[in-house]
């Protein structure tokens, strides 16, 4: 086979083309610090680039409905913690005034200071929590108990609020005015307590609006321990779910993300490989543009 001048410039061109892609490829590489840039660069691993980006958010979404969830329980807590107090200090000044030893205008007084106690119950039950009424089930945008012509009424409902947390796992965050005060039970005991006061009912006081008491006191402890298993579920999803996330872009890292200081090698060495070919280039196309045609 013979060969010519112009063979051997097409084929020094076609040497000079593919190094001069192969360094653009490098170069592209190392500013987007990305192995490929375009799917048809690397189809099997830009499927997996966007099967480990949808894991990620995923991953994210459930970790921000745990952060919501925990919100929310949280504000639960704090508030059967507070009407817990409300019911204690309640069952004492129950005790205090079925003592026999008290004045009529004495458990009067105490009586007044248990009106309070009724009225601040009821704002434990009108809870808010970023601008939601905890308490109202599903009806979470008035306030779920409200004075009526009939006395004290729940106005909400029995709704569950869920959340998802992780593929196939739901979780409760929030307790209902009927679950968590037996409807308006606990506002009604302590309005007993009040009535056997204003009345000077020793025997309602120590008797039956005490024991009253004493059992929304039970209710608020047994209902306290259910929000701290949730919440304690909560955390232990939350601590899965971040070690998960930091394998999935450490996982997503490897497929898309370069090597900087092996990527930073190979590019200085096809630039020098280039550069090479470039001066080879010069002394093999020195003979004149005539010996193209031989």
Not at 60 to 84: C, F, P, V
Not at 109 to 114: R, T, W
Request: glycine share 10%; hydrophobic share 40%; with cysteine.
């Amino acid at each position: 086979m013979r060969i010519t001048h112009r063979m051997i410039a097409e084929s020094v061109n076609i040497n000079l083309q593919q190094g001069l892609a192969s360094l653009d490829q490098r170069s592209r590489q190392l500013s987007s610090g990305k192995t490929f840039s375009r799917p048809s660069g690397d189809p099997v691993g830009t499927n997996r680039v966007m099967r480990y980006r949808e894991a990620v958010g995923r991953n994210e979404r459930y970790l921000l409905n745990i952060s919501e969830a925990k919100g929310w329980l949280q504000a639960t807590e704090a508030a059967l913690m507070e009407g817990l107090e409300v019911l204690q200090r309640v069952r004492e000044l129950s005790i205090y005034g079925a003592d026999g030893v008290l004045a009529e205008a004495e458990l009067h007084s105490i009586a007044e200071e248990v009106s309070e106690f009724y009225r601040h119950l009821i704002g434990v039950g009108n809870t808010e929590f970023n601008g939601l009424y905890i308490f109202g089930g599903h009806c979470t945008g008035a306030p779920p108990y409200r004075e009526g012509p009939a006395g004290l009424e729940y106005c909400g409902d029995s709704g569950e609020r869920r959340l998802e947390i992780s593929p196939h796992q739901e979780l409760v965050m929030n307790l209902h005015g009927r679950r968590a005060f037996g409807e308006t039970g606990l506002m009604e005991a302590v309005s007993e307590v009040y009535s056997a006061l204003q009345s000077s009912d020793r025997d309602s006081l120590g008797g039956t609006a005490l024991g009253k008491i004493s059992e929304g006191i039970d209710l608020l402890l047994e209902r306290l321990s259910e929000v701290g298993a949730r919440y304690n579920r909560l955390e232990a999803m939350a601590h899965t779910l971040a070690e998960e996330k930091l394998h999935l872009r450490e996982m997503l890292s490897h497929v898309e993300d370069i090597d900087f200081a092996g990527a930073m090698v190979e590019y200085n060495m096809e630039a020098y490989a280039y550069r090479a070919a470039l001066a080879t280039a010069v002394q093999v196309l020195q003979p004149n543009l005539l010996d193209y045609f031989r």
